[in-house]
């Protein structure tokens, strides 16, 4: 029973370009969250989807910052005309459902981005 | 506006002590306070949750206690072994914010052979 998959786990972008983050939930698990950690920083959230649909996005920077999670395939996370503050670590989580034993977040291994 | 606090950044043990994490928050509305423990290019990793119902939740080595008066709960790990050395997440969230987890700022633990 594989764990999330994130891919890339590494990516470098040059300021200005493009970053796309990719995260493949649990088996069964149809909740998705990401989040992200700057150095020396806890992990702050960002943006919850289920399938089809972005249900928060209250963490996320209303610019250049997207998130899907499509019918079909992984969630994905963009960052458009990347700059050098995005550098972090961007984490993906899932979990199988809301409420009780439910609300435990299984996470990825990350995706560690830097901005050259 | 920092809703969960972990306000010792570091903490040392010895094996096979006890090792006690705490954490401080806020808001008195969380409903599930976790703990997750994080290795150096990795993702954290569930340990162990709590209602904000209860007072108590064990797991083997490790036993979270909340005291909702003072707004604090902790994590106790006996007894302490060298591979319990990582950095421990304290988080909490609330039904009615989609569960979304909030932070601590972590707590690095060495545990001394």
């Known amino acids: 029973n594989a764990g999330v998959m994130q891919n890339p786990r590494h990516l470098v972008r040059r300021r200005g370009q493009e970053a796309r983050l990719r995260c493949s939930p649990m088996?069964?698990?149809?909740?998705v969250y990401w989040y992200r950690q700057l150095p020396e920083e806890g992990l702050k959230f960002m943006v919850y989807?289920?399938?089809?649909?972005?249900?928060?996005e209250s963490g996320m920077p209303k610019e250049r910052f997207s998130a899907e999670f499509p019918k079909e395939g992984p969630s994905i996370l963009r960052i458009q005309q990347v700059v050098r503050g995005d550098s972090a670590a961007y984490f993906c989580?899932?979990?199988?459902?809301?409420?009780?034993?439910?609300?435990?977040?299984?996470f990825g291994p990350g995706t560690r981005l830097t901005v050259l | 506006d920092q809703q969960v606090k972990q306000n010792s950044p570091s903490l040392s043990v010895q094996e096979g002590r006890i090792s006690i994490l705490n954490c401080d928050y806020t808001n008195s509305m969380f409903d599930y306070f976790l703990w997750y423990k994080k290795y150096p290019a990795e993702g954290p990793t569930f340990l162990i949750s709590i209602s904000s119902i209860k007072d108590k939740n064990e797991d083997g080595r490790f036993t979270v206690f909340l005291n909702k008066s003072a707004k604090h709960l902790s994590l106790h790990i006996v007894p302490s072994q060298p591979g319990d050395s990582a950095v421990y997440f304290c988080a909490a969230s609330r039904l009615d914010s989609s569960y979304k987890l909030i932070f601590g700022s972590g707590t690095r633990l060495l545990v001394r052979p």
């Open positions: 989807l289920q399938k089809e649909n972005i249900i928060d």
């Open positions: 989580a899932s979990s199988p459902g809301s409420g009780g034993v439910y609300n435990e977040q299984f």
């Open positions: 088996k069964g698990h149809s909740h």
